[in-house]
């Protein structure tokens, strides 16, 4: 009996165009000749609005420079949710180039009707349809007989990348210009008419009361409008920025606050994290149909500190009230997240509040842009209508915003007789890293802990796995392991507040990964990439380590002092490929001198646009495993200054070469967060490759060197 043939596979939307599928919120034409384009997602420097002018441009045949990109806004933008997870492109991408392809089919066919012309024998170039006999329109002219306020449809075939004009080429970035010649952009260089400044006090200690305050100091400051307390939240509003600050140093003065909680033992991080109530979960377990016997078992623990945002520029938002309602100005990478927690905290139906994004000076996750939209919303309310701008200072900022996850992971492998992995075995203790606002019944707001009928703070969670997973982030090894075991250990306690920052749990997990087969090839003394290629299936992944490998010349001529170690991974092991082979040299401290780059990240919008997100992952990752780690006593955060909290200086940067596999039949993948893990690992492989001392708990510091060797000596 023969089977029937198997269905086609039923047509689906792409995820953001299945959640908002209107074409109308994403598309429409102004009558001035412009491509007005309002995706969801936003501009946080990783060069979005470029890519995706670009895929509009290209899908509906339109000059770029016709292409307008709007802000997201709850006023009128889809629902894309939060800007992260190197998903931009993926997401957004897709849902606009099956948006823009529907909207061109669909004016083509009102070009055809209305021409009387057959829809095959119009030709179309930047907005303008053509046929026979000089006959032609546009889309500006059939924008008033087409609507587009109509759901989008699956059965939509998008231009092949051999048809696409801009896709591929690295089209310069359209929110530089603006930047590069001082013109206001960023939140921070904004101003309303009428605008008031606020700023707000709040105690070092972290979950003090404030207890005793007087007032009259505050209030002798020239230009003071208002002082606001609400239990221990606490702030004020003045006519300028000079008064602001003037009257928050003198509020400083007149303010008593109780002690805090107690804050971890900042050396035994590691032995904290293992003692503290968990919530466990077994994210993929593998068992072999043969049990291959085992001779020993290797055992290693691997661990990073909290680590800063440590944005360019302190958060910043703008308030304003209308009666009963509020617009929210804001660099936040979930308006309408936000929105949803303001709407709890208020109370207020979720029409009444608005929230628009305007860029800011630095993100890489949840650092404190929702915290002070909140602030300024509620400082608004004592201003009489007028618009009031809420900043963070420094110490604020490297204080009270959430921090990346303290991590202590521990990897076991069994080996048999000669040394080959039999077992694998991978635990890892985190706080949760996500607390975005608008994931819960309770909002995840810092005033809104602190207001006089307070929220419980928000123990921070992780995203499921389906979802790229939070501590457990790329735990489960993309190499090829007869049994295997991957175990996350969330803590149900947060006494230092945690959140996402950029890769959440997959910089401390390749690190661990990375570095634990460095060593096994070191005890088998086997080459690196051997080892790698050994045990990986993946023919994107192989050629992405063959690619950087021979690039770098692996392996140079041994010089003393000199250090190359490789690193991969394949970021959330859905999303792009990344290798790495860093060149380090070892004197008074580590430097990084060279990183070399191969990625896949399959179709390539634009090319300089990946190379400048690889570069600056790859800088931002020598920064966190060479000098940061969040310091703090038993009271407090100390690290709250730029000479406390150090980073990367110019001079210290690495020559970063980028090596782009190109896959234009494959889709897109984000690059943003692709090569943090393996830049780490890489550095740190080469770190043992020079000097043969091996730093387990980042960063790799002189302390962190010196403390390895005395455990190996």
């Known amino acids: 009996m023969t089977e029937p043939s198997p269905s086609p596979p039923v047509a689906k939307l792409p995820v953001s165009l299945a959640a908002n599928p209107k074409l109308s919120s994403w598309v429409r034409f102004s009558p001035e000749g412009q491509v007005i384009v309002s995706p969801g997602k936003v501009e946080i420097g990783q060069g979005i609005v470029t890519a995706l002018a670009q895929i509009a441009a290209d899908e509906l045949d339109v000059d770029i420079t016709r292409v307008q990109m709007i802000r997201a806004s709850t006023a009128g933008s889809p629902n894309e949710g939060v800007t992260s997870g190197s998903l931009s492109v993926q997401h957004s991408g897709r849902a606009l180039r099956h948006v823009c392809a529907e909207i061109r089919r669909i004016f083509l066919t009102a070009a055809s009707d209305r021409l009387g012309v057959d829809i095959d024998a119009l030709d179309l170039k930047d907005g303008t349809m053509s046929g026979p006999g000089n006959a032609q329109t546009s889309y500006w002219e059939l924008a008033s007989e087409v609507s587009l306020d109509r759901q989008a449809t699956p059965d939509v075939t998008a231009k092949s990348p051999a048809q696409r004009a801009l896709a591929g080429n690295s089209v310069p970035r359209v929110d530089l210009p603006d930047k590069v010649?001082?013109?206001?952009r960023f939140i921070h260089d904004s101003a309303l008419p009428g605008m008031l400044h606020g700023r707000v006090l709040r105690a070092e200690l972290s979950g003090a009361n404030l207890v005793e305050l007087r007032e009259d100091g505050a209030r002798a400051v020239s230009g003071l409008v208002a002082i606001v307390r609400d239990g221990n939240f606490l702030a004020l509003v003045s006519e300028t920025e000079e008064g602001a600050e003037a009257a928050l140093r003198a509020l400083s003065k007149g303010a008593s606050w109780s002690s805090g909680e107690t804050l971890p033992d900042e050396d035994g991080l590691a032995e904290w994290l293992k003692a503290q109530p968990v919530e466990s979960v077994v994210?993929?377990?593998k068992t072999a149909s043969q049990r291959a016997g085992k001779t020993r078992t290797i055992r290693r623990q691997y661990t990073r500190p909290y680590i800063a945002h440590g944005s360019?520029?302190?958060?910043?938002?703008?308030?304003?009230?209308?009666?009963?309602?509020?617009?929210?100005?804001?660099?936040?990478?979930?308006?309408y997240f936000l929105r949803s927690d303001l709407a709890l905290v208020l109370k207020l139906p979720l029409e009444n509040i608005t929230v628009e994004h305007m860029e800011g000076a630095g993100c890489y996750g949840h650092n404190a842009a929702d915290d002070v939209a909140l602030d300024a919303v509620l400082l608004a309310k004592a201003a009489d209508g007028r618009p009031v701008r809420v900043q963070w200072s420094r110490a604020d900022e490297m204080s009270h915003a959430p921090f990346g996850a303290a991590m202590a992971i521990e990897i076991e492998a069994d080996l048999d007789a000669k040394g080959e992995i039999?077992?694998?075995?991978?635990?890892?203790?985190?706080?949760?890293?996500?607390?975005?606002?608008g994931r819960a019944s309770q909002p995840a707001l810092l005033a809104a802990t602190e207001i006089s009928n307070p929220f419980p703070r928000y123990i921070s969670t992780n995203p499921p796995q389906a979802n790229g997973g939070g501590a457990d982030r790329n735990s489960i090894p993309l190499y090829d392991f007869p049994s295997q075991q991957i175990e996350c250990h969330r803590l149900l306690t947060m006494p230092i507040r945690t959140s996402a920052l950029r890769t959440l749990g997959a910089h401390g997990n390749v690190f661990a990964i990375e570095s634990f087969l460095d060593e096994l090839a070191s005890a088998r003394g086997e080459d690196p990439v051997d080892f790698r290629l050994r045990h990986l299936r993946d023919p994107r992944a192989r050629d992405v380590i063959r690619a950087a490998a021979a690039r770098a010349n692996?392996?140079?001529?041994?010089?003393?002092?000199?250090g190359h170690g490789l690193g991969f991974a394949r970021y959330k092991n859905t999303g792009a490929y990344c290798a790495v082979v860093a060149e380090i040299e070892g004197a008074e401290d580590i430097r990084v001198n060279r990183?070399?780059?191969?990625?896949?990240?399959g179709e390539v919008i634009n090319p300089d646009g990946v190379i400048n997100q690889i570069e600056g992952g790859a800088i931002q990752a020598t920064s966190w495993v060479l000098k940061e780690r969040v310091r703090f006593d038993r009271e407090r955060i100390t690290s709250n200054t730029w000479t406390n909290y150090p980073i990367l200086r110019f001079s210290e940067v690495p020559d970063v070469q980028v090596e782009i596999i190109p896959?234009?039949?494959?889709?897109?993948?984000g690059a943003g967060e692709a090569a943090h893990g393996p830049v780490t690992a890489a550095i740190a492989n080469a770190v043992f490759d020079a000097l043969e001392v091996r730093v387990r708990n980042l960063p790799i510091t002189r302390d962190s060197l010196i403390a390895a060797m005395e455990m190996t000596s």
């Open 422 to 437: 039999v077992e694998w075995r991978h635990s890892v203790w985190s706080n949760g890293h996500t607390a975005r606002p």
């Open 283 to 285: 994210i993929d377990k």
């Open 595 to 601: 990183l070399t780059i191969a990625v896949d990240v």
């Open 181 to 184: 010649f001082a013109h206001p």
């Open 663 to 669: 896959r234009p039949e494959l889709e897109p993948l």
């Open 312 to 335: 360019i520029a302190p958060s910043c938002a703008m308030a304003q009230w209308t009666g009963d309602r509020v617009r929210v100005w804001t660099h936040s990478q979930g308006v």
């Open 554 to 562: 692996w392996k140079p001529a041994r010089q003393a002092g000199i």
